[in-house]
């Protein structure tokens, strides 16, 4: 089977991108599962209610999310709606959502998704290591198909996650830093692994936001608002192949599209 993850949507323009790229990927590379992290496809930051059915309506299978789960306030009543909406696993155990699911594909194909992230340069949280320990343990009694979205700053931390997991699940993506790095492999195990898969949205940006108020920001110190840009608008992600019977990955390739038009603001 092939998994198709997308990495980082950010603002309307990275949801254009997604809504008007997934189908055709699906067919192109023969796709029957679509993970997608969406953290800031909500104006830049968060997502809701509203744009996770669009995504998921678009042919999505699974949503994770990362360090800005909770900027959107219905994600709360979104968690409840769809159970393939995700945040991350080692967030505590009291807090809303879930941070792993199995989702159910045509012809009977299951696939678990691990949401995690990062504590080097984050936001404290739990042990990301020892809840991908726990998440798999309830996973692979359904499933041995996995997909892993390491949410993390830190290049050592997504590489050293990869190692760790190695031939315990399928698919190990990088998310968070928006840079799509050259590094996808299939580990010794069998583990496909990418540090950061890149950012579905606006390439005439930074990171997705536009230039002028970053460099304010970054040149004088003085705080500015910074909207989403709009130009040079491409999604990003990886194919991997995976045996469904062994949970085993056999190739991953890196991919970018570039949508024909600007997106709108």
Request: hydrophobic share 40%; glycine share 12%.
């Given at each position: 089977?092939?998994?198709?993850?997308i990495?980082?949507?950010?603002?309307?323009?990275g949801?254009?991108?997604?809504?008007?790229?997934?189908?055709?990927l699906?067919?192109?590379h023969?796709?029957?599962?679509?993970?997608?992290?969406a953290e800031?496809?909500a104006?830049?930051?968060g997502?809701?209610?509203r744009i996770?059915r669009?995504?998921?309506?678009a042919?999505?299978?699974?949503?994770?999310?990362?360090d800005?789960a909770?900027?959107?306030?219905d994600?709360?009543?979104?968690?409840?709606?769809?159970?393939?909406?995700?945040?991350?696993a080692?967030?505590?155990?009291?807090?809303?959502?879930?941070?792993?699911?199995?989702?159910?594909?045509?012809?009977?194909?299951?696939?678990g998704?691990?949401?995690?992230?990062?504590?080097?340069?984050m936001?404290?949280?739990?042990?990301?290591?020892?809840?991908?320990?726990a998440?798999?343990?309830e996973?692979?009694?359904r499933?041995?198909?996995?997909?892993v979205?390491?949410?993390?700053?830190?290049?050592s931390?997504?590489?050293?996650m990869?190692?760790y997991?190695?031939?315990?699940v399928?698919?190990?993506m990088?998310?968070?830093?928006?840079?799509?790095?050259a590094?996808?492999?299939?580990?010794?195990g069998?583990t496909?692994y990418i540090?950061?898969?890149?950012?579905?949205?606006?390439?005439?940006?930074?990171?997705g936001?536009?230039?002028?108020p970053?460099?304010k920001?970054l040149?004088?110190?003085v705080?500015?608002?910074?909207?989403?840009a709009?130009?040079?608008?491409?999604?990003?992600?990886?194919?991997?192949?995976?045996?469904?019977?062994?949970g085993?990955a056999?190739?991953?390739q890196?991919?970018?599209?570039?949508?024909?038009r600007?997106?709108?603001?």
């Amino acid at each position: 089977m092939r998994i198709l993850c997308i990495g980082d949507v950010v603002g309307r323009p990275g949801r254009e991108a997604v809504e008007r790229c997934t189908g055709m990927l699906r067919q192109e590379h023969g796709v029957e599962c679509v993970v997608v992290n969406a953290e800031n496809a909500a104006g830049g930051s968060g997502i809701t209610g509203r744009i996770a059915r669009d995504l998921l309506a678009a042919g999505v299978d699974v949503i994770t999310l990362g360090d800005h789960a909770w900027k959107q306030r219905d994600v709360f009543e979104a968690f409840t709606e769809f159970s393939t909406l995700l945040r991350p696993a080692n967030y505590p155990s009291e807090a809303p959502g879930r941070g792993a699911c199995v989702v159910e594909l045509e012809g009977g194909l299951q696939v678990g998704v691990i949401n995690l992230v990062g504590r080097i340069f984050m936001a404290p949280s739990e042990c990301p290591f020892r809840a991908a320990d726990a998440a798999i343990a309830e996973l692979e009694r359904r499933t041995r198909v996995i997909v892993v979205d390491m949410h993390a700053e830190a290049t050592s931390e997504k590489v050293a996650m990869g190692r760790y997991l190695d031939g315990r699940v399928s698919v190990v993506m990088g998310t968070h830093t928006h840079v799509p790095t050259a590094d996808e492999t299939v580990l010794p195990g069998g583990t496909a692994y990418i540090t950061d898969v890149g950012m579905t949205g606006p390439h005439d940006s930074v990171l997705g936001r536009q230039v002028k108020p970053v460099l304010k920001k970054l040149v004088t110190g003085v705080p500015a608002r910074f909207e989403v840009a709009t130009g040079d608008v491409r999604l990003s992600g990886i194919v991997v192949t995976v045996d469904e019977r062994t949970g085993r990955a056999s190739a991953i390739q890196r991919i970018q599209v570039g949508l024909e038009r600007e997106a709108r603001p």
